[in-house]
């Protein structure tokens, strides 16, 4: 699922990029590299506030990485709602659809559960509001 221009800000908080280089740099940074690339994987995790999302695809003509970061995603819920949308295209369209199936699973339970993220990683907002 290759895309032409190597990185965009789709909103002020959720960038996608295709550029290797920073995707693979990124997932070594974070010990989030993959040891096998013989199957298509989709690899989330945590960096303070932000999700980072990163989708592997193995087929040979399609071969290569995308990663969506979600600024804040605790509380930037529309752009994890948006996400959910555009891997639904996408799978509508026919579009490795097994891959984004469990991407948009991944999006779904973080959906489910932002409101425990949000007051576990603005904790401390929390008990500003609270005083």
């Known amino acids: 699922m290759k895309a032409n221009s190597p990185a965009w800000d789709l ?8 550029d290797q280089t920073e995707i693979i ?5 974070h010990h989030e590299m993959p040891s096998k690339f ?12 932000d ?8 087929k040979k003509e399609d ?10 995603f605790s509380v ?13 295209r996408l799978i509508v369209d026919g579009l490795s659809v097994s891959i984004l199936q469990k991407a948009q699973f991944q999006i779904d339970n973080i959906i489910y559960m932002a409101d425990t993220f949000r ?7 929390a008990n500003q509001i609270e005083d």
């Open 11 to 18: 909103t002020p908080n959720l960038y996608l990029t295709s």
């Open 119 to 125: 007051a576990m990683i603005h904790k401390d907002l």
């Open 25 to 29: 740099d990124c997932l070594v940074d």
């Open 76 to 88: 930037n819920v529309n752009e994890l709602i948006l996400l959910h949308q555009l891997f639904d």
């Open 51 to 58: 999700l980072f999302l990163v989708l592997y695809f193995s």
């Open 63 to 72: 071969r290569g990485f995308q990663m969506y970061i979600v600024r804040d």
């Open 38 to 49: 013989d199957e298509d994987q989709v690899i989330s995790f945590f960096n303070t506030t």
